[in-house]
Structures are given as C-alpha cells and as structure tokens.
C-alpha cells in the first residue's frame, strides 16, 4: 500500500488561533490522543514571542512533557531565538516560516522579505549543525491577503533557497484557503518536477471548501505528505481570512478510504477531535464528523 505521512499541525497552527487558551497540558492531551490513534508527525508547538502569539506559551512545557519515541513531533520558529529555544527544549524537528509576500513577512513576523530569507537560511544551517531536522514553510504560497496572487517563480525561487540552504522539507502552505486545484496541479507540477516529491509536502485550510480537492491534486502530483488540523481547528492571527486548516478527520477518512496507509485508526481519531471540542469549548469537527458518528464511533 502506499504511504501518506498526515502531519497533523492541530496543537499549533489550530490552537495558536484559538480564542480560548489552552495549558501546555491540554495541548499534550491531544497530542497524546493523536499518537494513540497513530498519528506519526506532529507540530506540536510554536516558539514565538508569547505577545504576538499568547495561545502558543510554554512551548518549552509541551516539549518537556512529550515522550518523543512515539512520534516525529515539530516546531515552529519565527527566528534564530526561537531556535535556540527550541533546541534547549528538546525539539528534534523546526520548521521556519517563510511567507512568499514582504508584506506578509512583515505582518507575520516583522522582517522584510530579504530579512525573512536570511534568517531562515541561518536557522536551517544552525539546525543542520546541530542535528536538528530543518523544514521551512513557504507560506501564502498561492496567494497573500496584503498582495494578491503570488507568482509560481517567486515560490519555485524560495524553495530553491530552503533546499540549497539544506532544508530536509519544504512545505507549501495555502495559508489562507485560496487555492483552487488547478492552481495546486500547476504549482505542485511544477515543483514536484524541480525538485522531487520526497523532500515536499503541502498544506491547505479549507476556507473556500477546497482543501481536500486540493490535497488529493497534490497527491496526484505524487505529494505524499499532508498537514491537516485535527477538528479543522486553525487559521493564522497575522493572515486576515484563514479560517480553519483542512481537517485530519477528513484527510484520513479519503485516504484510507482509498487504499493508502496513513497509519491511522479513524474511530480513535474521532476521540481526539471530541477532547479538541472540550479544551475549546466550541463546536469542531471536519465535515466527516456526523458521518464518521452515526457509522463508526
Ligand atoms: N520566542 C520568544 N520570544 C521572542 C522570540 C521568540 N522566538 N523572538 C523574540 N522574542 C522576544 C524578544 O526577546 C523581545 O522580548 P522583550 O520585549 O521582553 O525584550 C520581544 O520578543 C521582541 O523581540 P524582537 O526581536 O524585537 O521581535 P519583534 O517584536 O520584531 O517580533 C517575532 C518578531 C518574530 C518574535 C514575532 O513577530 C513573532 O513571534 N511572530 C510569530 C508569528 C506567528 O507565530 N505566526 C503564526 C505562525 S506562521
Ligand atoms: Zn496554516
């Protein structure tokens, strides 16, 4: 059967645009409940200042907390301090942000985009060093909410840098659920091509209900690593119109449907979708969710 790594990026890219705060303990609840139900890969953290980004503090907690043999956990780094944190804390995977505009690079995490470029070069250097997996997202890879449409060759260039710079994974993020699957087929075409599918893999919200069109364009491309959120929790502070991420509950139930190997238990899945609904205190639920109830759970 073929494989597919779900990375599920719930306990970050969900909860970090929460409005209800979660503890450090909760989030590794979840997480736990994600590896439970075989969850391989999981962002687990962000380590950003904790003034633009309250709902992630304590990201050195989760880390502490996490038994790492279970699982490929990650986090997320705006910059070189939040490396260093990251490595004290233990994480064995990072992955810089890159966004494709300046303007969003501004927004997100107050560089240009010649800053943004440099400072995750050196991350992924530092980490590369170190031992520490570097991956590096290129975000608002379709289009960006401050500049419109983005170029495939500014995205073909970036990732060029990320890989030249020795990144072990590239991520192309639809952060905000722009993508149609046209575009998908195009771009991932394009990169898959340049560089191979191995060392790429997407992620997609699922703002305009195209996010599981898309990941299954993208996996027609021969991507066979996909980020998703567990309950289609998400969406990026910094990035107005990102609602939720494309939902793991949803990913899974295609692809298993479909004959790959995720690796993952969808009943057991659902449990971590309903403890998600109890830390945030509000409905979640992928669109399978009535389904998956009424048949399995
Ligand atoms: N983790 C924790 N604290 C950090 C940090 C990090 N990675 N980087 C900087 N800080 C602290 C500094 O120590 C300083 O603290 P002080 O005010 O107590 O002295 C403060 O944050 C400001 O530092 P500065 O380097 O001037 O950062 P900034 O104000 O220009 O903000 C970022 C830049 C990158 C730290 C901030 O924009 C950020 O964390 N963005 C993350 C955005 C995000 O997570 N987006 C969603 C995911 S893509
Ligand atoms: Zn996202």
Known sequence: MDK???NDVGPRDG??????????????????????????SIEAASFVSPKAVPKMAQADKVFSLLDQSRCEFSALVPNMKGYELAKSAGARSIGVVL????????????????????????????????HVTPRAYIAVAVECPYEG?????????????????????????????????????????????????????AHFHDTRAMALANAWQAMECGIR?????????????????????LATEDLVLMLNQAGFDTGIDIVKLMQ????AEKIVHHPVGGKVRPYLEKNLA
């Not at 309950?231 to 991420?245: H, I, K, T, V």
Request: glycine share 8%.
């Open 99 to 130: 966004s494709a505009t300046d303007t969003m690079n501004r927004k997100n995490i107050n560089m240009s985009l010649d800053q943004a470029t440099g400072v995750c070069i050196d991350v992924i250097k530092a980490a590369s060093i170190d």
């Open 15 to 40: 909860l970090q645009n929460d409005p209800t705060e979660t503890t450090p303990e909760q989030r590794v609840d979840l997480i736990n409940l994600l590896v439970d139900a075989g969850v391989r």
């Open 225 to 245: 690593k996909l980020d998703a959120s567990i309950g289609g929790l998400g969406g990026c502070p910094f990035a107005p119109g990102a609602s939720g991420n």
């Open 149 to 201: 449409s983005v170029d495939a060759d500014d995205i073909h260039a970036l990732t060029t840098r990320m890989f030249d710079a020795g990144a072990a994974e590239v991520i192309i993020a639809d952060t905000i659920g722009a993508a149609n699957p046209l575009q998908v087929k195009s771009l991932f075409t394009r990169l898959v091509s340049a560089f191979g599918a191995r060392a790429l893999s």
């Open 4 to 6: 597919v790594i779900v």
């Open 272 to 275: 971590a979708v309903k403890f």
